[in-house]
């Protein structure tokens, strides 16, 4: 059918049938009936994602291009920041970003093997597996409780003649006390990492001006994972105001690349030959000359082609967090002598990931949870609770090497012990919060 039909009206032709394809079996806004599951996460989207992945497919480009380039800006436009480069993955987003920090483009300021990192146990593994990995090492703080973010009043107890940076999650949408992290971080001259991969969309107010998470910082992340605040399926992304740190990224990020010319363009410079690097020969092609150490970890452009589609619905994704989370926590205020219930960081608008839940003295969270399980309402742990508990530290704890703690981990074995968290994501709906209200309830009571 295609044989007499231009490029373009072909293309155009299927995109449309591929619009009419989602719309009748992509369904994602079904009605809530009673004894259904309801996931703590899930993709919301309709037929512009899957129409701009098959464009993306039909152009048959592969890595990353024009969808790329459209995403980092739109990107970095929304988040009001200079610099975006996207990745393949929240858990590469961290490892990219620390890792640029032991660039020698930074001179004394780099990260050295040894030097330590403050951090909090109370997290997601990949937060803390770039500094183990690269030889540095984490120190360990407390966190407070009902915010559960890093405890900012044990920050200069954790600081040591070793430390170099802050490297620290907005724990499920709600930012740390960014101010005072940041005044830390200033007056020892010390990096900050913010790990934005639980709260993309979330603000907070410093100094009387109103920022994005991950914007205030010297490097933000993102993930795009399926239960995140957007999603590509796999994706994430590094971003910053500082230029030197945005050179470095991209470098580290594309093999360790010194060449800037992008996939499949070169001599965009007009100097490919004429220089000299290291000890290389006069001449040699700049495309083949690496400055750092690097990695692929660049994600491919049907990834970007659904983001655009996702970053064009995301406003709208973080007002209904917003609202889910309200719903739920008003319903919930009834049981508050049995549970702890989540607060948002002082001057923050969390953009929420999910709805923590910490059960008091006398409340068995196992009961409990496994109560709201039976019923249908899936529950996750805050992540590792306490990481250093973790089969992967069992070597170091046995040598006592590779970590520091930094006073006691009092309120860190609480959330490990007796918190759990529901979702709250855009696709619930009044009937969904109110199940689960009605269901944590129940559980609670028992």
Not at 86 to 96: D, I, K, Q, T, Y
Not at 343 to 372: H, K, M, Y
Request: hydrophobic share 35%; charged share 25%; net charge negative.
């Amino acid at each position: 059918m295609f044989d007499n039909m231009p490029e373009e009206k072909a293309k155009e032709y299927i995109l449309q049938v591929v619009k009419e394809y989602s719309n009748t079996y992509h369904q994602t806004n079904k009605p809530f009936q009673e004894g259904q599951r309801i996931p703590y996460a899930s993709r919301v989207y309709d037929h512009e994602e899957i129409v701009n992945l098959v464009d993306s497919s039909l152009e048959f480009w592969l890595t990353s291009g024009r969808y790329t380039d459209q995403f980092e800006d739109e990107f970095a436009k929304y988040l009001q920041i200079k610099y975006c480069s996207l990745v393949n993955s929240g858990s590469s987003a961290n490892l990219l970003a620390f890792m640029a920090l032991t660039s020698p483009l930074l001179k004394e300021r780099r990260i050295d093997r040894g030097d330590e990192i403050i951090t909090v146990a109370c997290g997601f593994p990949t937060t803390v597996a770039p500094i183990i990995q690269y030889g540095a090492v984490p120190v360990f703080v407390d966190i407070t409780i009902p915010q559960d973010n890093i405890d900012v009043t044990k920050l200069e107890a954790a600081l040591s003649e070793k430390t170099k940076c802050v490297m620290i999650a907005h724990t499920l949408g709600n930012p740390f006390d960014l101010k005072m992290v940041k005044e830390f971080c200033d007056k020892h001259n010390l990096w900050l990492i913010e790990d934005n991969c639980d709260a993309l969309g979330s603000r907070y107010t410093i100094n009387g001006e109103t920022k994005f998470t991950g914007s205030v910082g010297d490097i933000g992340t993102s993930s795009f994972y399926p239960p995140h605040h957007m999603t590509m399926g796999e994706g994430g992304a590094v971003y910053t105001n500082n230029p030197l740190l945005n050179k470095i990224v991209r470098s580290i990020r594309d093999w360790g690349r010194d060449c800037v010319c992008p996939s499949g363009r070169d001599n965009l410079c007009g100097h490919r030959f004429d220089k000299q690097y290291g000890e290389l020969p006069m001449h040699y092609d700049h495309k083949y000359v690496y400055s750092h150490f690097g990695y692929n970890l660049k994600a491919t452009d049907m990834q970007a082609a659904i983001g655009c589609a996702q970053l064009k619905k995301f406003p709208s994704f973080v007002e209904r967090r917003i609202y889910n989370f309200n719903r739920l926590k008003s319903a919930l205020t009834e049981i508050a002598d049995k549970v702890i219930l989540p607060e948002a960081c002082e001057n923050s608008q969390p953009s929420w990931f999910g709805f923590l839940i910490t059960c008091r003295e006398g409340t068995d969270r196992n009961a409990v949870v496994q109560s709201i399980e039976k019923s249908g309402v899936q529950t996750r742990m805050l992540f590792a609770g306490n990481l250093v508990k973790h089969p992967c530290f069992d070597e170091m704890r046995k040598t006592g090497t590779g970590y520091r703690i930094s006073g006691a981990l009092t309120n860190t074995d609480i959330v490990m012990n007796q918190t759990f968290w529901v979702g709250v994501y855009p696709g619930m709906t009044d009937d969904h919060i109110d199940y689960m209200a009605k269901t944590i309830i129940k559980a609670v009571r028992q």
